[in-house]
């Protein structure tokens, strides 16, 4: 695929991701809906407990916690950093890391990895997984917000699959989904926590105001390029490598 620059994929997250068509918006909604009632005929998977599988790798999922699977974009992630070379013993932030997926799949890796997330079950899950996966020696999971635990601390990579969303969370989970200024807050600080030639890798969907985060960094001359799209017919996933020129 050929790196496009900051200004061509702002502009094309800013004007061509609103104005899309109106069939396209129909099929979004009627996805939508169909996913609605999906959560109700598999809701024995919600509430309670589930292990998930990615490419052979078991996820526990608590019930108060995103589940990479279901809600499809940690998959994402993780099958699209297979493909990012990483330095040897890189050290590796996964920022907002929920069930702990990207943790454990950098940690495969060799990467040295801090797992941080708002939510405490998150936290609980994440550590689980890395006794499941027998990669606690090379994964630390802490609580906080954003980048707040992390006290003059820089790595080689910062995974971010952020909420989409702007609100007030309602409860845990809910910060998965909504944040009110999380964008401005990771954009402020992120060339502070990068080392020199670090990445930080992004995912966002077309469902909801990423753009606006790539707005932000775009504001302060962050240099933006697209590294893996995916069609799910209501939304596009895409990740983001973000880098300061």
């Known amino acids: 695929m050929n790196k496009q620059t900051t200004a061509t994929i702002t ?9 899309l068509s109106l069939w396209r918006r129909t099929i979004g909604a009627i996805v939508r809906n169909w996913l609605a009632l999906r959560y109700r005929v598999f809701g024995r998977r919600y509430g309670r407990l589930v292990i998930e599988d990615i490419d052979g790798v078991p996820l526990i999922v608590l019930p108060e916690v995103f589940n990479p699977v279901l809600l ?27 069930s702990g997926v990207g943790a454990v799949f950098s940690a495969r890796r060799g990467a040295k990895v801090t797992a941080v997330d708002i939510n405490p079950e998150a936290v609980r899950c994440a550590r689980m997984n890395a006794l499941l996966n027998r990669l606690e020696d090379n994964i630390q999971v802490l609580q906080g917000d954003l980048f707040n635990p992390l006290t003059g601390q820089r790595f080689d990579l910062i995974l971010f699959n952020p909420p989409f969303h702007r609100g007030r969370p309602d409860n845990g989970l809910d910060h998965a989904w909504r944040g009110e200024d999380v964008f401005e807050r990771f954009a402020a600080e992120l060339r502070d926590r990068l080392n020199p030639g670090g990445q930080a890798l992004l995912v966002l969907s077309s469902d909801g105001d990423g753009r606006e985060l790539l707005a932000l960094l775009a504001e ?5 390029t697209i590294k893996a799209e995916k069609n799910l017919v209501n939304e596009q996933l895409t ?3 973000v880098r300061v020129k």
């Open 220 to 224: 302060q001359g962050y240099a933006v």
């Open 72 to 98: 499809r974009t940690g998959e994402f992630m993780v099958r699209a950093l297979a493909e990012v070379k990483l330095p040897p013993q890189a050290t590796v932030l996964d920022l907002g890391t929920g």
């Open 11 to 19: 502009d094309s997250y800013l004007l061509a991701r609103p104005s």
């Open 239 to 241: 990740m983001y490598e």
